[in-house]
């Protein structure tokens, strides 16, 4: 058994979750709170991984970020090395695949929180963003972390954006969802359930999770 695909898988995972869920909070919140022109676009551009094909997602990451991009060009001027064919470029695609997830999730726990609560905080003093730290995310933290469980769901279950960014190589951007893949067209159907199998059995894990924060709390 090689259990490379299921490292690389966690450790792309737990890195895009840790965009995706300072991103997503953050949209949320301002999602949430503000009031500003273009809010809506940018509500439905935050959501497009959710109701685009992973594949179709993924070739716009590719133009966005290949190595005739400015953004390629960029980032290989600074790194070194192509973001493309990569485990940066992983972490990228699962994050942004993850990102609605967050976002939808904690925006929608912030909206919960009562206004008169955090009304009370701002007449004690204390500032907006200490009324956010201090107030709001804390009231929302269920959904929040929620949010965060299902994000690193989905960014560990990524297959078609991450294929298309980082690629299939074995050994270095090939995680579970590609390994699988792999294993079915070479008819490697025991590693191919046995990886399935591994997966699955994480992504129960995580509902079980989710459902238990959704429940009683954290």
Known sequence: ????????????????????AVLGIGGA???????????GLLEAVASLPIVLPPTVLGYYLLVTLGAQSPLGRAWEAAIGSPLVFSVSGAVVAASISALPFCLRTARAAIEQVDPRVEAAARAMGLPEWRVALQVTLPLARRGVVAGVALGFARALGDFGATVMVAGDIPGRTQTMPIAVYDAVQAGDD?????????LALVAIALLLLVNRFSRVGV
Do not use: E
């Open 29 to 39: 919140y301002l999602l949430a709170k503000g009031r500003f022109p273009g809010r």
């Open 190 to 198: 025991a590693r191919a359930g046995t990886l399935a199998l591994i």
């Open 1 to 20: 058994m090689d259990w490379f695909p299921l490292l690389l898988s966690l450790r792309v995972a737990a890195f895009a979750t840790l965009i995706a």
